[in-house]
């Protein structure tokens, strides 16, 4: 690669991604951060700070994913459109700026998993640089650690809208209402969770290891009336723990009643 965009949400992935565009282009590698209403702010903070971090040039690009009435419905390819507004933004940028490679931080685990935005990226030419080194996240994380990335052990992440079901329309007071008791549970010290979002009811998925400590020092009754004030009626605890990309449960379950 003579140049390259790396489009950096500062995840473990991505921020592997970054540092070693730096070391192997220095200045002619860019980073790119979307700014999202399905994105917390704390996240476009976060990377901003990662990147200066990392002495890498970085910009902030608008998308209008929710502007697109196919991602606002919800759509079992959700993904793609999301991901087909942010290659469709990063184009431009790396023509300006003389940028031959536009890439992103997938990686071999996402091949195993239900990833439409995977086909918009190949649509687009996007290259995944750690699927090509054939690297899985354990291995990301274990590289990040010994190049002392800060991102080495950061819990994943994954947009808002995934704390909604299929076909559950989102809107942006859906996307605040679930931000707000994702940084509750935060402001609690909890990690590794995700708050689904199922109407009036919120389904906490919780890292194993923390699950007790909603039952210590009064929390339950805490998140119980932070999550009213923010417009749950009923708060539950999922006792499956947290699960990545669980909503994609229902369709391999749906596969399976079906045969497929």
Known sequence: MESVVVAFSG???????A????????????????DSETYPGRELEEATRLARLLGVRHLVVRTEELR??????????????????LFTRL?????????????????????????PGMKAAQEHGVRAPLIEAELWKEEIRAVSRELGLPTWDKPSFACLSSRFQYGDRITPEKLRQVDAAEEFMRSL??????????????????AREEMARVW?????????????????I??????????????NLLLSLGRKATGG
């Open 68 to 85: 697109n009435p196919e991602y606002a419905k919800n759509p079992v390819n959700r993904c793609f459109f999301c991901k087909e507004e």
């Open 189 to 206: 010290g909890f990690r590794q969770f995700r708050v689904r979002h199922h109407d009036r009811l919120a389904r906490l998925e919780i």
């Open 19 to 34: 540092r070693a565009a730096k070391d192997a282009l220095g200045a002619r590698a860019l980073l790119v951060t979307a």
């Open 91 to 115: 184009a431009p940028i790396a023509e300006r700026e003389g940028c031959r490679t536009l890439v992103y931080g997938a990686n071999m685990d996402d091949l195993g998993d239900h990833r």
């Open 11 to 17: 995840g473990v992935d991505s921020t592997l991604l």
């Open 234 to 247: 009923y708060v539950t605890v999922d006792l499956a723990g947290f699960q990545s990309g669980s909503a």
């Open 216 to 232: 210590e020092e009064g929390r339950h009754a805490a998140i119980v009336t932070r999550f009213r004030e923010i417009g749950y």
